[in-house]
């Protein structure tokens, strides 16, 4: 069964920080890019970051570069996103998802086939 699951969300004072994950089971990373999107509640879904699957290179949008740093353990089938300094408009629903390319990643949603359920970030002192 092909499944992305999501996991490491929680609440976090401002300046705080936390490291989601994404783990993928029923295929394997090695031929995927992976993407990370959020949803603030009354708002539009938003690319964050992603990282191609060929040679590692990274997208980060402008709200959070420098803040947030994704990785992969293609080893363990896993996808990291580790966010600092967060800030209370960072608070979403982040969601994890796979896109079947060898091109460099982008944040463009319908490009992506297989997506997690999401975990909540709540960013608030």
């Known amino acids: 069964q092909v499944q992305v699951v999501e996991s490491g969300g929680g609440l976090v004072q401002p300046g705080g920080s936390l490291r989601l994950s994404c783990a993928a089971s029923?295929?394997?990373?090695?031929?995927?890019?992976i993407g990370w999107f959020r949803q603030a509640p009354g708002k539009e879904r938003e690319g964050v970051s992603c990282?191609?699957?060929?040679?590692?290179?990274?997208y980060y949008d402008d709200s959070v570069k420098g803040r947030f740093t994704i990785s992969r353990d293609n080893a363990k089938n896993m996808v990291y996103l580790q966010m600092n300094s967060l800030k209370p408009e960072d608070t979403a629903v982040y969601y994890c998802?796979?896109?079947?390319?060898?091109?460099?990643?982008?944040?463009?949603?319908?490009?992506?086939?297989?997506w997690g359920q999401g975990t909540q970030v709540t960013v608030s002192s």
């Open positions: 998802a796979a896109d079947f390319t060898f091109l460099t990643c982008t944040v463009v949603a319908d490009r992506y086939d297989y």
């Open positions: 990282i191609s699957s060929s040679d590692d290179r990274t």
């Open positions: 029923g295929f394997s990373l090695d031929y995927y890019a």
